[in-house]
């Protein structure tokens, strides 16, 4: 059966520190795979999806940036985190547009 | 404008009422839809998948009305454990894009 992993499940990080979350999944080949961010008492908000390895379409500005070095994985980046930041990020995979499946999510805080 | 909208709620309903929520979309081409269930502070998880008129499983029906670009989701007989935010995903093209969820509180 498919599984996806994502850590840590909370981080604390200052301002203008770098950020890697990284995402794995298992069970299947050539998965979508996507990266969400839902504020506090928000929706999700699209920020990265990636339909193969290499390919990274970004879908907001921001100093956020993804990559897929491997088929199934996922990592989310920052050079520096801004304030705004926060929030809890999600990682998906689905084949097609069949239903997305989700990680547990990493809670993040900026101080 | 968005492309997926919902009610944000909060519905408050006591335990056994019959509650609906509705999500419009925007993009004419899409051809399948989810509602999801997310509790609080935790992730989405998927509900029930539409892929043409409509789904059922047991208390819960999901409905598409393609003419009006909208999908419902009736939960009869709710229960204590049906609280928590519904979101309606709509896919457009390899993008999933979410509704900003409906609130449901069920009360004693």
């Known amino acids: 059966s498919q599984t996806i992993h994502q850590w840590p499940a909370t981080l604390v990080q200052p301002v203008g520190s770098p950020l890697s979350l990284e995402c794995t999944v298992e069970?299947?080949?050539?998965?979508?795979l996507y990266w969400y961010r839902q504020a506090a008492g928000r929706g999700l908000q699209l920020l990265f999806y990636?339909?193969?390895?290499?390919?990274i379409s970004s879908e907001v500005p921001q100093n956020l940036s993804a990559s897929r070095p491997q088929d199934r994985q996922f990592i989310l980046s920052s050079k520096k985190l801004l304030l705004s930041d926060s929030g809890f990020y999600l990682c998906?995979?689905?084949?097609?547009?069949?239903?997305?499946?989700f990680g547990q999510g990493t809670r993040l805080t900026v101080v | 404008r968005k492309e997926v909208e919902q009610d944000p709620g909060p519905f408050n309903v006591p335990e056994g009422a019959t509650v609906a929520f509705n999500c419009t979309y925007s993009?004419?081409?899409?051809?399948?839809f989810f509602w999801y269930r997310q509790d609080c502070r935790k992730e989405p998880k998927l509900l029930m998948s539409?892929?043409?008129s409509g789904n059922e499983d047991g208390r819960f029906t999901a409905q598409l009305n393609r003419a009006s670009q909208y999908i419902s989701l009736l939960i009869r007989d709710s229960k204590l454990s049906d609280s928590a935010t519904y979101l309606c995903?709509?896919?457009?093209?390899?993008?999933?894009?979410f509704g900003s969820g409906t609130k449901l509180n069920v009360k004693p």
């Open positions: 993009n004419s081409a899409s051809q399948s």
């Open positions: 995903v709509v896919p457009v093209g390899h993008k999933f894009y």
């Open positions: 069970g299947t080949s050539n998965p979508n």
């Open positions: 539409v892929y043409s």
């Open positions: 998906a995979w689905t084949i097609g547009n069949t239903e997305a499946f």
């Open positions: 990636s339909v193969g390895i290499g390919q």
